[in-house]
């Protein structure tokens, strides 16, 4: 009992830390929320062995969960047999799959832990989104005083792209808070609506990720056509994301044959007609390898075959393709696509399993995170798997705990 007591005040302590410093790790050093996601992780796997003993392994065995992860981590490594640097590969295979196991951790421990981190969540998370809008204007207007205190100078590519993953985070992290204010009697609402109105002036003023800014309004879209549409919205929004990332490689050419002609005005930023132009350059490469693809990161391995298709592009090398479904496809070939289609159906079932109430907030979050990794990120970056995690976990939390 006593070191059953001493594990829940742990576990309690880290996930307080967790929430508390998710403005700072968003800010100034994303990177290490993926760390942060780690070893929170790893506490959870061992508090769920420790606490759940020999029925813990009954619970791993039935997850749905449990095998979408090994197959997942099974065609990150598979896809090194089709790369040219299969080293490099395996390197960041292993360091993707070290996240997700880990992060499975949630998953288990939250039958014996979720009166105790739901409670905590709950407390916290609507003063964090705020902190975190805080903590991005004074970054923004005051040139990056705590960028510079953590990591030195920042270089005008920081100054350009570092508060776009807390953009992002802000994004996602909307959706569980909503659902907070929704469920608990808060006589906060001046207060809620002071955090909305800093995230909106963070988002529209800095405008820092047109991707997060996308997730914010596609996301606002979904929520609202749920509510009205609980039961038809999301299986046609299912079946639409299926049937685009399987298409993904068709729709992208016919995009950059017909191109509005305006887009061409705006060449001169790394926005729309970029992001089209490398999406015909992976095109280009699905092509010659649609079952196996390249290998994670193909973008970077064969950045000379993309950069031969991307006009005026500013940068050495193109980190990722901007789009998850041809990601899948260049790295990972046909498997890593009908593994996602897998995936979706586990996932629709489980959102239909949710109540009316939380429908909404599930579908807005989904499609917050299909958006920005439509047009903006790595879906293997750790910053952006850990943030889809915490808050999809956020919002399993809050759901849990409205029950009691």
Known sequence: MLRENILERIYFMCWVVIILSIPILGNVSITTLSFAVFILGLISWLYALLKGGKNIWQVIINSPYFYIVLLII?????????????????KRAAKVSAILVFASGFFVVMPYVRPIVSQTTVRFLPWVLGATALVMLVEYFFQYPLYSFVRGEPSVLTKLHELNPSAVLQTLLIWPILLIFYHHEIDRKALSIGFFILI???????????????????????????????????????????????????LAEILYQWKPPFFEYLRSSAAAPQRIDIWHACVMLIKESPVFGYGLDATRVHADNILVYTQDYKWKEVLHPHNFALQLWLDTGVFGVLLFLSFLKILYNKLMNLNLDARPYAMGI???????????????????????????????????????
Do not use: C, E
């Open 74 to 90: 099974a065609v990150l490594f598979l896809s090194s047999f089709a790369s040219v640097d299969p080293g490099y590969v395996i």
């Open 200 to 250: 909106l002036a963070a988002q529209l003023i800095l405008f820092s990720s047109q991707a997060a800014l996308l997730g914010l309004v596609v996301g606002g879209f979904a929520f609202l056509l749920t509510v009205y549409a609980p039961n038809s919205f999301p299986k046609a929004t299912f079946i639409l994301i299926g049937i685009a990332a399987l298409l993904s490689p068709v």
């Open 366 to 404: 989904l499609l917050s995170v299909i958006s920005v990794a439509s047009v903006g990120y790595s879906i293997w970056n750790g910053w952006f798997l850990s943030t889809i995690i915490v808050s999809s976990v956020f919002v399993m939390l809050i759901i849990g705990h409205a029950r009691k």
